[in-house]
């Protein structure tokens, strides 16, 4: 009888609150739709997308907000897909976006379905370029990052003979080509340059011609699985120049499977990843209290473009398309990762990149 | 370099050669093509991982190597008896693609469920061989000894004869009184666990392992098989070797990015002119 009248008791409660709420103003509903790569070589970017962007979400006071994740895998048929599904849902915003190859083809969609889009972990250039009205990117681009590898293998190392290999992915290529420019404009000679297929480990043809020419620097082009095992097969054969990584190298599996010993023999060119930012401190504890570990070397880029989306529509006061875009290009405020403001195309005005080395099994500043 | 292009396409070599002796004895004894036999190289490496991290002390020592190569042969000898269960039943309606479209759906059934159980992200494997010369010399000296040991059993022993006689007709071996169905069952298992141990052999050998790894090499091992003469072990030994020298040269002289074309254009030229591969025989139609 008396668990009885408490659950009456309970319900009147549950009415009264609700009525109460009821009463004041109704919060502004917004869905974001996150396509990012939940399977595929890439996973644990996606993965560590979509927990950064909870936190996000997490901390959001004044709206009720919900995210539809959808899976990219990092390539553009299923990034087209993943798109689709976000558009038939209705999602208010798209932000994510790991892969510039599932990103690039996908964009036209939303363009089309006039939903704003913010970009935040791909870096293919084109992303921004396509005068699209709704695109914005809270990441440097590869177009950024070419100056500041060249300056590392040029500049600081002084190198003059160069390999450079790169996978065929869209944003590698592009990368390839800006250096391979950059390089040349420096006086420097390209000696080696090629592909390889990805999800391969054999790259003793691609070592043999190395050792044979022996630049003074080797430049990976490569996502981690890739560029971890090419670099240990360079070490092996006693290869002795200097081995750059690009980005896409950076994950706490290339020390795994290259191994400690051979990860602190190559340095990394990228932008400063989630542990170098000291305004991420509070973000990474609500991470690893969260989900009880570390956040992913880019995760704080995605924690950022979902505040300064969830504040555009805040200040729009709705998720409509032009208000909200509107709303976008006046943005200023300082992330987490720096300061976030756009230029005319949607790109962040201010790019910053950092080389990396690997030291006790983390990627720190040398 | 030439001496690196050289261990380099036998390493590869050793690896096609492994796969496609499992590929040409299948073919050899049931006509039929089993394409989940490069998944059998993936899941070996994978259960071999999980053995090693299960067994107490550090992976690099004698023990856990011994039960990660036993559970190894028992796991994968077992899922190759069950793909011959499963293709059995499909086989029995007599129709050509079926089983080869089974062998298929079995395949990704594999891999996806590879994906699902150990995750996307490839694995540093507990166990690797020393960053030196005696790296290529293991792996070769093992692959040698295994399609050595492989060779020996099908050509000189009494189940190896009762393989070659199934491969020929089946009926005709049921009526001398032999158990077609145990004889293809063994085949199945044996052949399945020496991928896996191949897998096993890669993981020590790279250093990682990836759901995705049998793809590519099944095919490369298919392809070799086929090159040699299917149907023919000493053809998969050739096979094997030749298109490993000829993925490390053709890479060495036209870029690693045309690597591929080269592998299969040979294949397809080697078909045009002699379409039972190197070795191969002309197959007698079963009545």
Redesign the interface.
Known sequence: MTKIRLNILALSVALVAGSVSLAGAEPLKVTIGMPAPITGPSANFGDSMVKGAQIAIDQEKNMQVVLNVQDDACDAQQGVNAVNKLITDKVDIVIGFHCSGAALPSLPLLNRARIPVIVSQALHPSITEQGFPGVFRTISTTAQEAPAAVKILSDQWGAKSFALIHDNTAVQKNLLQQKVQLLKDKGGDVVYQTAITPSTTEFGVNVAKIMSLNPDAVFLVLYYPEAAQMTKQLIAAGYKGKILQCVAGVDPNFIKIAGEKVAEQTSFVTQPVTSQFAAAKPFIEAYEAKFNERPGVLAAYTYDAVNVGLAAIHTAGSTDFDKVVAALKAYSGAGVTGKIEFDAKGQLKTGVFTRLVVRNGDFVEP | ?LL??C??GL??GAFYALIAVGYTVIYGTVRLLNFAHGDMYMLGAFVGFTALMMVPGSPASILPIVAGITATVVAIAFAGFVVRVVLERIDSKNDVFSPIIAAVGISLVFQNSA?HIW??????FPVQLE??FTKPLITLAVALLMILAVDLWVSRSRFGMAMRAVGIDHNAVRLMGIRVDRVLYVTFAVFSAIAGVTGFL?GAY???I?F??GF?LGLKGFTAAVLGGIGNVRGALLGGFLLGMI??FG??AF???W??VIVFSCLIFVLLVKPTGILGETVVERM
């Open positions: 370099m690196q292009l261990i380099t390493v590869l994906l995750g996307t992200k490839p694995l540093a960053q030196d890669a790279y250093g990682s990836q995705s790894m590519l993925e490390a890479g060495g870029g690693t990015n690597t591929d």
